[in-house]
């Protein structure tokens, strides 16, 4: 193909557009339409997800141990058990904490008052648990319970139960509106492309009746779809670059210390923008390429 | 050069449109195609430009065998003709000077080129001082010029006509007969099918009558020969 056509081409592809004003504009807000939806969707799931893996990792149980008066007998014991818990399969993490140490903890936590047992400490010294697998943490916590010298073991059995429901039922949610979200994009897209055949049929017989071939009368087609993508994730990108920043900047601040937490503005907002933009390219290179291919057959 | 051999065509409705054709047409001659209505002309010709493909029987045009040709040599041979239509089929959002040079542009010849070119078609079709405006800006008959103009600029062999006159009236009729015989004047075959009995009977050219899918008639210089 020579440079000249190319040129031509690209030519053809931005004169087409403005040609087509009213059914570029369609095109073009459908796709402006949809990556909206993406943009706003990505960012809830990415932030759900950041929240669901933070969460979990740090889901433990906490091992108390039996009080044995004779120190060394003790730390024989809390030895021996920390190798049976660590050789459990699936335990990531197993950190002993000392009574005093839990002390300080309880100091820490709850206020100098508590200064009072340092005479004498009625804590237990504990083992702190991380299974590999965050899901499997309760079947851990049943092992540890059945081992020797384990006077119990707190596993906040029903807070941890209630954390991955709710996260599980986030996912659910989010894969439910994923497929309606599919749906309606397909939905909006090949109407448009519906209307922009009838619109180009002639367009295209009467390229071919001249002697186009057809990736002649293919590429400007798929230019043009190219430009409607772009053009059509412009409001979204910024539309949501603007509304992130301000959710953030609102937001950020008083969910210290919570569970739920924002992702930084950047990169996530980079890479938001980017799936869009590329989003937007890819469903106006596909619209186009449906809507000729079908004349480009007979 | 046209020549068909053994031609039929049966549509996938089970019409059957062309019923064992042989014919041939020499360079630079004029032909007519007439018959009644649903008759087969309409197949006929697009059986010339590969618009639909004969069940069996063979097509040669220009020394090729068109109904052996692959989907991607078209192209090639829709260069080596010109097509006109009742209905112009011309690109409304195109200029009158735009619609012409498409034909050269699809086969990327040169801008200076397609300018020229274009220019002196329209000058043949009289209408070089309308090349800026619509095709809606434009008459019936001056639109059918730009179309006959789109089918000669690159200088085809073979121009074929399927009832180019059918939309127009008898002053613009003969006004588009003229540009037709100056076409055929000039060394370039022309194949029109046509219901214009006043246009038949007066320019004399050699009639094909096609009836039930059928050569009925095949005359030099012969008549319409059907009433109304
Ligand atoms: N694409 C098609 N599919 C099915 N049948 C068709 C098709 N095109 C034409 N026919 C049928 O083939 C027959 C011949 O049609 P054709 O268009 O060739 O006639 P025609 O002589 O051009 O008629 P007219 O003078 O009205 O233009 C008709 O019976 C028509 O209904
Ligand atoms: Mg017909």
Redesign the interface.
């Known amino acids: ?2 440079a ?2 190319i040129r ?1 081409h690209f030519r053809e592809s931005l004169k087409s557009l403005s ?2 004003g009213w059914m570029s504009f369609a095109s073009i807000s459908a796709v402006t339409v949809t990556l909206l939806l993406v943009g706003v969707f990505a960012i809830i799931m990415l932030n759900l997800n950041n929240t669901a893996s933070s969460v979990e990792e740090d889901v433990e149980v906490k091992v108390l141990i039996n009080i044995i008066e004779d120190e060394q007998q003790l730390k024989a014991a809390e030895d021996k058990l920390i190798q049976q818990v660590k050789s459990i399969s699936g335990v990531a993490e197993a950190r002993y904490s000392s009574k005093d140490e839990e002390l300080n903890l309880l100091i820490e936590k709850l206020g100098e008052e508590f200064k009072l047992y340092e005479q004498s400490n009625p804590l237990r010294s504990a083992i702190y648990v991380k299974a590999e697998d965050p899901l499997e943490i309760l079947t851990i916590s049943e092992k540890i319970r059945k081992l020797e010298n384990v006077h119990s073991v707190v596993d906040g059995k029903d807070t941890v139960e209630n954390l991955f429901g709710f996260l599980e039922t986030a996912r659910n949610i989010g894969l439910v509106l994923i497929l309606g979200l599919l749906f309606t994009v397909i939905f909006l897209i090949s109407n448009t492309i519906r209307i922009t055949i009838i619109a180009r049929k ?2 295209i ?10 990736s ?1 009368v293919r590429i400007p087609f798929l230019l043009e779809g190219i430009w409607i993508g772009i053009l059509g994730s412009i409001i979204p990108m910024i539309a949501v670059s603007v509304a992130y920043h301000n959710i953030y900047d609102a937001l950020a601040p008083r969910l210290k210390g919570q569970l739920l937490q924002l992702l930084e503005v950047s990169p996530l907002i980079w890479q938001v923008n980017g799936l869009m933009i590329i989003l937007g390219i890819f469903i106006g290179l596909w619209g186009s390429f449906m809507s000729v291919r079908k004349f480009l057959k007979a | 050069m046209i020549s068909m051999k053994d031609v039929y065509k049966k549509y996938p409705n089970g019409v059957v449109a062309a019923n064992g054709i042989s014919v041939d047409i020499r360079q630079g001659e004029f032909v007519y195609v007439v018959g009644p209505s649903g008759a087969g002309k309409s197949t006929f010709i697009k059986m010339m430009y590969s618009e639909e493909k004969p069940t069996s029987g063979d097509v040669i045009i220009n020394g090729k065998n068109i109904t052996k040709m692959k989907r991607n040599q078209i192209p090639q041979l829709r260069r080596e003709l010109g097509v006109v239509f009742q209905d112009f089929k011309l690109l409304p959002k195109l200029s009158v000077f735009e619609n012409v040079a498409f034909a050269l542009e699809v086969i990327e010849e040169h801008p200076k080129v397609i300018k020229k070119r274009v220019m002196e078609v329209l000058d043949l079709v009289g209408l070089k001082h309308k090349m800026r405006m619509l095709p809606s800006e434009l008459s019936g008959g001056e639109q059918q010029r730009i179309s006959i103009a789109r089918s000669i600029v690159n200088v085809p062999k073979i121009v074929i006509a399927d009832e180019p006159t059918g939309n127009l009236d008898p002053e613009n009729s003969w006004e588009i007969m003229k540009i037709f015989e100056e076409i055929n004047t000039r060394g370039t075959t022309v194949v029109m099918a046509t219901h214009n009995r006043e246009i038949v009977n007066t320019i004399r050219k050699r009639v094909i009558a096609i009836e039930g899918g059928m050569i009925a008639r095949d005359i030099d210089g012969g008549d319409y020969g059907y009433e109304g």
Not at chain 1, 205 to 214: C, D, F, P, Q, R
């Open positions: 193909m020579k000249r056509t031509r040609r087509n002639d367009e017989e009467i390229m071919k009746l001249v002697g186009a071939t057809n002649f």
